[in-house]
Nanobody
C-alpha cells in the first residue's frame, strides 16, 4: 500500500522560514504529479504548489510565488516545500498529495487520490 507522509511543520514568527518534506513509498515515477495543499481553520483546502514528476514542471499558487519553492528528490522519493518570508495568513495544516493516474489536470483537490495526514504550520505576527 502506498503511503504519503509529511514532516517538518511547526511554529515560526512572521518573516521566518520552514521546510516541509513529503515522502511517498514505492517508486516515485509511479506518481504522475505530487503537490502541497493547505487548509486554514474553517477554510478550504487549496493548492500551494505541485510538480509533474517526470517532466519536473512546477506550478505555484499566486500566494506562494516568490516565497515558496518546491523541489523533488527522485532518488529519495521526496517532495520538499521550502517556505520563506512566512506570513500569519500562511498558517494552516499542510498536506502532501499524489496523483497516480497519468495525464490530465494536477491543480484541483479532486485530481489527487492519495493524501498524507497533514502537518501544522503556525506563523505568529
Amino acid at each position: 500500500q502506498v503511503q504519503v507522509v509529511e514532516s517538518g511543520g511547526g511554529s515560526v514568527e512572521a518573516g521566518g522560514s520552514l521546510r516541509l518534506s513529503c515522502t511517498v513509498s514505492g517508486y516515485i515515477y509511479s506518481n504522475y504529479c505530487m503537490g502541497w495543499f493547505r487548509q486554514p481553520p474553517g477554510g478550504v483546502r487549496e493548492l500551494v504548489a505541485r510538480v509533474v514528476i517526470r517532466s519536473g514542471d512546477t506550478f505555484y499558487a499566486d500566494s506562494a510565488k516568490g516565497r515558496f519553492t518546491v523541489s523533488q528528490d527522485n532518488a529519495k522519493g521526496t517532495l520538499d516545500l521550502q517556505m520563506s518570508n512566512l506570513k500569519p495568513e500562511d498558517s494552516a495544516v499542510y498536506y502532501c498529495a499524489t496523483k497516480r493516474t497519468f495525464g490530465g489536470s494536477c491543480t484541483a483537490y479532486v485530481d489527487f487520490g492519495l493524501w498524507g495526514q497533514g502537518t501544522q504550520v503556525t506563523v505568529s505576527s
